[in-house]
């Protein structure tokens, strides 16, 4: 597969991951070194919370999400280079749940200060097994052009 | 210190947290398992990128101020949950660094649909040991209300 320029996207055009398992071990992991809270931590302790259950941290999600984009996503040019976005956790990831990533090309705008790139506009939803959407992200990303 | 409700927070409140050095060997774990791009894993690779250097994944800053916040931020009551929020990637992470957040209540909205809480709009900058913003975030957290 070649690589992606910014030249080669277009508006509306998708893409789709391979998939992730998260295991409880991963959850509780992420959890101790990243997002410490009892309701990632232990199921027991998060059955009284909002989570109802185990459930792993949404920047966990959000980093499991970056692992299939840059293992199985397009390929860009220059590799998958954020400068941000915006992101939302609507169901939580369970242990056992095994994720992919569909994305779309939403915006492709040409820099004016730096004629050698441009900024995507990505947007992606990450979706469990059971088609749930657990989470959904919009990220800016920056390319380089054809030919620079 | 006594956990903090929705009702307990004012609009223009500030917070600060602790601080967590990000060591070279951090970053190329987390990225070895989230985000294996070579400016990510190996400073040589790094040098003729975009990054010039090894940086961290943003998503890795991401879940460090995650981790500050958790363990020496504001004590909320039922923890830091978040619905999402808004990310950005300043300048990167390095090894080395010395991050810690300080943060702010943008703004404080009592859920309609659900009178026992709110949604708290927060925003936090990420800064390394030289005063510069690696990340600002501005995340929507739930709260209970007091007495509910």
Redesign the interface.
């Known amino acids: 597969m070649n690589l992606l320029y910014f030249d080669d996207l277009k508006i509306g055009e998708g893409f789709l991951t391979g998939s992730h398992e998260v295991t409880e071990a991963d959850i509780k992991r ?1 959890a101790g ?7 990632h931590l232990d199921d027991e302790a998060a059955r009284g ?2 989570f109802g259950g185990l459930a792993a ?3 966990h999600t ?3 999400t ?2 299939l984009l ?2 199985s996503g397009p390929r860009f040019a ?12 609507k169901t939580p990831t369970r242990a056992g749940d095994v994720l992919h990533v569909e994305g779309e090309v939403l915006e492709l705008i040409p820099s004016k200060s730096r004629p050698d790139r441009g900024l995507v506009l990505l947007r992606s939803r990450t979706l469990n097994q059971r088609g749930e959407t657990v989470q959904t992200l919009t990220a800016k990303l ?1 390319l380089p052009r054809r030919g620079a």
Chains 1, 2 share one sequence.
């Open positions: 992420f070194e990243f997002d410490p809270q009892p309701f919370t909002i941290s949404g920047w959000a980093a499991i970056m692992r840059v293992t220059g590799g998958i280079v954020g400068a941000g976005g915006e992101v939302e956790w920056m």
